[in-house]
Protein backbone atom coordinates (compact mmCIF):
# COMPACT_ATOMS: atom_id res chain seq x y z
CA UNK A 1 0.00 0.00 0.00
CA UNK A 2 1.06 3.54 -1.08
CA UNK A 3 2.04 5.49 2.16
CA UNK A 4 1.22 8.76 -0.21
CA UNK A 5 -0.63 10.17 -2.81
CA UNK A 6 1.25 12.69 -4.98
CA UNK A 7 -0.49 15.72 -5.87
CA UNK A 8 1.36 17.05 -9.33
CA UNK A 9 1.35 21.35 -9.55
CA UNK A 10 1.88 23.70 -12.57
CA UNK A 11 5.48 24.69 -10.81
CA UNK A 12 7.88 21.51 -11.87
CA UNK A 13 9.21 20.01 -8.91
CA UNK A 14 6.65 21.10 -6.63
CA UNK A 15 4.62 18.48 -5.53
CA UNK A 16 1.77 18.63 -2.60
CA UNK A 17 1.54 15.22 -0.85
CA UNK A 18 -1.51 13.59 1.27
CA UNK A 19 -0.16 11.42 3.30
CA UNK A 20 -2.63 7.84 3.91
CA UNK A 21 -4.17 7.98 7.61
CA UNK A 22 -5.23 4.94 9.63
CA UNK A 23 -7.92 5.84 12.10
CA UNK A 24 -10.52 4.16 14.14
CA UNK A 25 -12.07 4.64 17.49
CA UNK A 26 -8.76 5.92 19.47
CA UNK A 27 -7.38 8.67 17.13
CA UNK A 28 -4.93 8.71 13.87
CA UNK A 29 -1.96 7.44 13.04
CA UNK A 30 0.26 8.80 10.16
CA UNK A 31 4.13 8.65 8.59
CA UNK A 32 4.51 11.84 7.47
CA UNK A 33 8.35 10.98 6.04
CA UNK A 34 9.48 8.21 5.01
CA UNK A 35 12.79 8.37 2.49
CA UNK A 36 12.13 5.48 0.73
CA UNK A 37 9.00 6.02 0.07
CA UNK A 38 9.86 9.74 -1.25
CA UNK A 39 12.78 8.76 -3.50
CA UNK A 40 10.16 6.42 -5.10
CA UNK A 41 7.60 9.80 -5.85
CA UNK A 42 10.66 11.95 -6.91
CA UNK A 43 11.58 13.57 -4.33
CA UNK A 44 15.35 12.29 -2.81
CA UNK A 45 16.77 14.74 -1.08
CA UNK A 46 17.89 13.88 2.80
CA UNK A 47 16.83 16.65 5.51
CA UNK A 48 18.97 17.80 7.84
CA UNK A 49 17.17 20.37 9.84
CA UNK A 50 13.42 20.62 11.42
CA UNK A 51 11.75 23.99 11.96
CA UNK A 52 8.28 24.31 14.10
CA UNK A 53 6.60 28.02 14.19
CA UNK A 54 3.25 28.97 15.79
CA UNK A 55 1.52 32.32 14.63
CA UNK A 56 -1.25 34.37 15.54
CA UNK A 57 -4.57 34.50 12.92
CA UNK A 58 -3.32 37.08 10.39
CA UNK A 59 0.61 36.52 10.63
CA UNK A 60 2.38 36.40 7.39
CA UNK A 61 5.97 34.77 7.03
CA UNK A 62 7.57 35.07 3.65
CA UNK A 63 8.16 35.20 1.53
CA UNK A 64 11.72 33.56 2.09
CA UNK A 65 14.81 31.52 0.21
CA UNK A 66 18.25 31.55 0.79
CA UNK A 67 20.58 33.08 -1.79
CA UNK A 68 23.53 30.50 -0.66
CA UNK A 69 23.19 27.02 0.48
CA UNK A 70 19.42 26.80 -0.99
CA UNK A 71 16.40 24.96 0.98
CA UNK A 72 14.09 22.69 -0.07
CA UNK A 73 11.80 22.34 2.33
CA UNK A 74 8.78 19.66 3.22
CA UNK A 75 5.88 21.72 5.05
CA UNK A 76 2.78 20.85 7.40
CA UNK A 77 0.26 22.11 9.22
CA UNK A 78 -0.13 20.79 12.73
CA UNK A 79 -2.56 22.90 13.94
CA UNK A 80 -4.79 25.46 12.67
CA UNK A 81 -4.89 26.33 8.85
CA UNK A 82 -2.68 28.66 6.51
CA UNK A 83 -2.77 29.73 2.98
CA UNK A 84 0.68 28.70 1.45
CA UNK A 85 2.44 30.34 -1.41
CA UNK A 86 5.61 29.27 -3.50
CA UNK A 87 6.62 31.31 -6.33
CA UNK A 88 9.49 29.99 -8.97
CA UNK A 89 12.43 32.43 -8.91
CA UNK A 90 14.77 30.13 -11.24
CA UNK A 91 16.16 32.08 -13.96
CA UNK A 92 14.99 30.25 -17.26
CA UNK A 93 12.01 28.07 -15.77
CA UNK A 94 8.89 28.58 -18.40
CA UNK A 95 6.65 29.60 -15.09
CA UNK A 96 9.58 32.16 -13.57
CA UNK A 97 7.59 34.58 -11.20
CA UNK A 98 4.37 32.34 -11.26
CA UNK A 99 2.99 31.50 -8.17
CA UNK A 100 1.17 28.39 -6.91
CA UNK A 101 -1.41 28.92 -3.77
CA UNK A 102 -2.77 26.04 -1.78
CA UNK A 103 -4.16 25.87 1.70
CA UNK A 104 -2.88 23.44 3.93
CA UNK A 105 -4.50 22.53 7.52
CA UNK A 106 -4.22 20.24 10.48
CA UNK A 107 -7.20 18.81 9.40
CA UNK A 108 -6.27 16.98 5.90
CA UNK A 109 -2.61 16.59 6.91
CA UNK A 110 -1.61 17.36 3.31
CA UNK A 111 2.15 18.73 2.90
CA UNK A 112 3.99 20.65 0.09
CA UNK A 113 7.64 19.75 -1.13
CA UNK A 114 8.90 23.06 -2.49
CA UNK A 115 13.01 22.40 -3.96
CA UNK A 116 15.43 24.89 -3.81
CA UNK A 117 14.68 27.42 -6.40
CA UNK A 118 11.51 28.84 -4.72
CA UNK A 119 10.58 31.91 -2.49
CA UNK A 120 8.40 30.76 0.18
CA UNK A 121 5.58 32.37 2.48
CA UNK A 122 2.49 31.47 4.12
CA UNK A 123 -0.45 33.57 5.87
CA UNK A 124 -2.40 31.68 8.78
CA UNK A 125 -5.66 31.60 8.95
CA UNK A 126 -5.86 30.79 12.68
CA UNK A 127 -4.97 31.27 15.82
CA UNK A 128 -1.97 29.15 17.33
CA UNK A 129 -1.38 27.99 13.72
CA UNK A 130 1.55 25.42 13.91
CA UNK A 131 3.79 25.14 11.09
CA UNK A 132 6.41 22.07 10.91
CA UNK A 133 8.80 21.91 8.33
CA UNK A 134 11.91 20.17 7.16
CA UNK A 135 14.82 21.74 4.99
CA UNK A 136 17.24 20.21 3.42
CA UNK A 137 20.08 22.64 4.26
CA UNK A 138 20.89 24.65 7.35
CA UNK A 139 19.91 28.00 7.91
CA UNK A 140 22.45 30.61 7.06
CA UNK A 141 21.24 33.77 8.30
CA UNK A 142 23.46 35.79 6.53
CA UNK A 143 22.40 34.53 2.71
CA UNK A 144 18.45 34.97 4.50
CA UNK A 145 17.15 36.86 1.24
CA UNK A 146 12.95 37.08 0.54
CA UNK A 147 10.73 39.75 -1.77
CA UNK A 148 7.65 41.85 0.18
CA UNK A 149 4.33 39.73 0.36
CA UNK A 150 2.48 42.02 -1.70
CA UNK A 151 4.91 42.74 -4.65
CA UNK A 152 2.01 43.32 -7.35
CA UNK A 153 3.35 41.93 -9.73
CA UNK A 154 3.21 39.02 -8.61
CA UNK A 155 -0.49 38.15 -8.29
CA UNK A 156 -1.21 36.58 -4.82
CA UNK A 157 -4.19 36.43 -3.52
CA UNK A 158 -3.66 36.48 -0.16
CA UNK A 159 -7.49 35.84 1.34
CA UNK A 160 -7.42 38.68 4.08
CA UNK A 161 -10.69 39.82 3.41
CA UNK A 162 -12.62 36.54 3.21
CA UNK A 163 -10.84 35.29 6.64
CA UNK A 164 -11.43 38.68 8.55
CA UNK A 165 -8.11 39.51 8.33
CA UNK A 166 -8.20 43.71 7.96
CA UNK A 167 -4.39 44.13 8.86
CA UNK A 168 -1.89 41.30 8.38
CA UNK A 169 0.77 41.29 11.37
CA UNK A 170 4.58 41.05 9.24
CA UNK A 171 8.07 41.38 10.53
CA UNK A 172 9.79 44.80 10.47
CA UNK A 173 12.52 42.21 8.29
CA UNK A 174 9.81 40.82 6.13
CA UNK A 175 7.67 44.25 5.68
CA UNK A 176 11.33 45.45 4.02
CA UNK A 177 11.71 42.72 1.60
CA UNK A 178 12.60 43.96 -1.80
CA UNK A 179 10.23 43.28 -4.53
CA UNK A 180 10.54 40.67 -7.10
CA UNK A 181 11.63 42.99 -10.01
CA UNK A 182 14.53 44.51 -7.58
CA UNK A 183 16.28 41.16 -7.06
CA UNK A 184 19.31 39.21 -8.35
CA UNK A 185 17.76 35.22 -8.30
CA UNK A 186 20.90 32.68 -7.87
CA UNK A 187 18.94 29.42 -9.10
CA UNK A 188 18.86 28.27 -12.94
CA UNK A 189 16.16 25.86 -13.99
CA UNK A 190 17.05 22.40 -14.98
CA UNK A 191 13.88 20.52 -16.21
CA UNK A 192 13.64 17.45 -14.21
CA UNK A 193 14.30 14.10 -16.64
CA UNK A 194 11.62 11.76 -16.44
Known sequence: MKKFESIGTP???????????FSDDRGFFL??????????????????????????????????????YPQGKLVRVLR??????IVDIRNGSPT???????????DTYKMAY??????HGFLAL???????YKTTDFYHP?????????DPTLGIQWPLVENGIEHPLVSPKDALLPFFSEIVSPFQYSPVEH
Open 11 to 21: LEGVVILQPHI
Open 31 to 68: ESYNAEEFTHLGIPEAFVQDNHSCSRKGVIRGLHYQSR
Open 80 to 85: GSIHDV
Open 96 to 106: YGMNYEVVLSG
Open 114 to 119: IPPGFA
Open 126 to 132: EDRTEVH
Open 142 to 150: EYDAGIRWN
